[in-house]
């Protein structure tokens, strides 16, 4: 395993080369042949691997971290609100970019699920997508945000159209959360699914942003069809 400098001021990312071992996975008696092939897949997949070395909670912190590599919007002092964080994992990678404590950044997560708590950040139980979300944030931050982020997928229903329709919900939920809290010039990530954000979303999104793009990071599996909107800018509401 190599680290290999990314585009975002200096900082390091995660490229994984070499050999290594493979791990084969019986079937055991009760379990199905798909839970063996994703159990199979674990063991093998260096992220994972990586990400427990690490102490991240999951293999997604390193989806971030690409993210913030190549684009640099976690910046130390900044205000990052991390949307449906639990397991925890991108809040994690947000509290070591910004470093609160060293500086005057902010990390405050939330979700419906209570997770345990993340040294530097502020974790809050609650629905975001209540009335009383934004001002609760904002209160809690003593200003607006710096950055939204939105890794959340609804459970996978293995229907893939109902699936893009619940995954893009939840992306447009989190960008009108995100209008309510956001700085002017602030950024907004997000997870979508492969073939680009639906036209209601994109016309918003460049609306209210001067630039939008779409990106598939490295750690995000080959055959998954997630991609992120990466929207920068942010124009503010009037």
């Known amino acids: 395993m190599t680290r290999q400098?990314?585009?975002?001021?200096?900082?390091?990312?995660?490229?994984?080369?070499?050999?290594?071992?493979?791990?084969?996975?019986?079937?055991?008696?009760?379990?199905?042949?798909?839970?063996t092939l994703w159990l199979e897949r674990q063991l093998n997949d260096p992220y994972v691997l990586e990400a427990k070395r690490r102490g991240y909670r999951s293999r997604a912190a390193f989806k971030l971290l690409e993210l913030d590599d190549q684009f640099g919007f976690l910046k130390p002092g900044g205000r990052i609100v991390d949307l449906g964080c639990a397991p925890g994992g991108w809040t994690q990678v947000a509290v070591e970019r910004v470093r609160p404590g060293k500086t005057s950044g902010q990390v405050i997560g939330i979700d419906l699920t209570a997770i345990d708590a993340i040294?530097?950040?502020?974790?809050?139980?609650?629905?975001?997508m209540r009335d009383d979300a934004p001002a609760l944030l904002t209160a809690r931050l003593g200003g607006q945000a710096d950055v939204v982020l939105s890794d959340m997928a609804a459970p996978a229903s293995g229907h893939t159209q109902t699936d893009h329709m619940r995954i893009m919900s939840?992306?447009?939920?989190?960008?009108?959360?995100?209008?309510?809290?956001?700085?002017?010039?602030?950024?907004?990530?997000?997870?979508?699914?492969?073939?680009?954000?639906?036209?209601?979303?994109?016309?918003?999104?460049?609306?209210?942003?001067?630039?939008?793009?779409?990106?598939?990071?490295?750690?995000?599996?080959?055959?998954?069809?997630?991609?992120?909107?990466?929207?920068?800018?942010?124009?503010?509401?009037?």
């Open 5 to 35: 400098t990314g585009k975002g001021g200096g900082r390091t990312g995660t490229q994984f080369t070499g050999r290594q071992t493979t791990v084969r996975v019986k079937t055991a008696r009760g379990r199905k042949i798909g839970s």
């Open 119 to 128: 040294p530097g950040a502020e974790i809050l139980h609650h629905d975001f």
């Open 170 to 238: 939840l992306a447009e939920a989190a960008q009108d959360f995100a209008a309510d809290v956001l700085k002017s010039g602030g950024v907004f990530v997000a997870k979508v699914l492969r073939g680009g954000t639906e036209r209601g979303l994109l016309e918003r999104l460049k609306r209210d942003f001067r630039s939008v793009k779409h990106v598939k990071p490295p750690a995000s599996r080959a055959d998954s069809a997630e991609m992120y909107v990466i929207a920068t800018g942010f124009r503010g509401r009037d």
